[in-house]
């Protein structure tokens, strides 16, 4: 059987991501490959090292993007930072503190979790008390936890930690490049991220930063990184002065993100953050007008990705199709525990921009009516354009 062309449908990715990517960066992907070591490529590696450096807020030297995506960071991290029997403190409040839980036993680690319920952030007297039972060598924590939509305050935890003697590990896969992360003036070890949310490229690089006592860590352990491939004591000799030969990086990615990451440069920090919180109040304000309900207090309300209750009576399995299939948006329903009772709904990057917005209202309220919910007409466009006005 022959096969077509290809040709994926133009959608709105309005879900947890990936995000739409920027015309720039799809154009930078098309141009001629070269080699990893070729001299062109070693000068986009610089350029891309020095765009994350803006990007994380940080001078650590050991900033660069893994071949691999969100989840090759956080095992990076782990396996870097974790030997055999070290306690791995990991608060766990959504599908990707459990996803660390999982991991650290597989390098070695002991795990010691707290909890808080899905859909709220720690406090940070419950980090300390978890610190005062015994000796930590790490705290892992989701700073933009994408089954939530929470966003953990972090500057306090950080100190705490710090004062037990235990590294802080970051997960900012949903918050980099779209809320404010200041990796050394909060005083972060180490941090990673995906690039495929609010940088705007596609999916298949993990940004990560480890700051001098991390990486004191890694250059001081008694035994060999469990992961070859994720070794970051053999992958920044390729990216640093040495260009060691270590793998072949994906040549086309790399350029892509040097492309996102000089969009956001070209934006400015405060401005990217600033549309992100401004498009997610007129989204809130919108959902709100028409009944519905907000998971997350707005004190912890993550800018970058929404999540809504489904009202009573509405198939929740039903909405999403219908929207992918009628209006070519993509939003996404829950996962773990809060898998049938929210729909996730992410403003990220170049997909956070107002005409998202008012199209994603515009297509609930007609779903949400033709589904036998009663949506005010018409509320929901005026509740976000009355935002829009008075920004």
Known sequence: MPYTDLNPPVRTLLGPGPSNVHPRVLRAMAAPLVGHLDP?????MDETKQLLKFVFQTENNLTIPLSGTGSAGMEASLFNLTEEGDEVLVAVNGYFGERMCQMVPRCGGQVRRIEAPWG???DPDQVEDALQEGMVKLVAMVHAETSTG?????EEISEIAHRYGALLLVDAVTSLGGVELKVDQWDIDACYSGTQKCLSCPPGLS?????PRAEEVLLSRRTSVGSWYLDLSLIQRYWGKERTYHHTAPISMNY???EALRLVQEEGLEARFARHRLNQRALVAGLEAMGLELLVPEEYRLPSLTTVRIPAGVEEARVRPRLLKEFNIEIAGGLGD???QIWRIGLMGHS???ENVFLLLSALEYLLCDEGFSVPRGD?????GQVYQSS
Do not use: N
Not at 207 to 211: A, L, N, Q, R, V
């Open 40 to 44: 062109a490529f070693l000068q986009v």
């Open 256 to 258: 892509a993100l040097r």
């Open 207 to 211: 940004p990560i930063t480890f700051g």
């Open 380 to 384: 929901a466009l005026e509740a976000a």
């Open 150 to 154: 929470v966003l953990q305050p972090l």
């Open 352 to 354: 956070s921009r107002r």
């Open 120 to 122: 709220q952030a720690f």
């Open 338 to 340: 809060l898998k049938g």
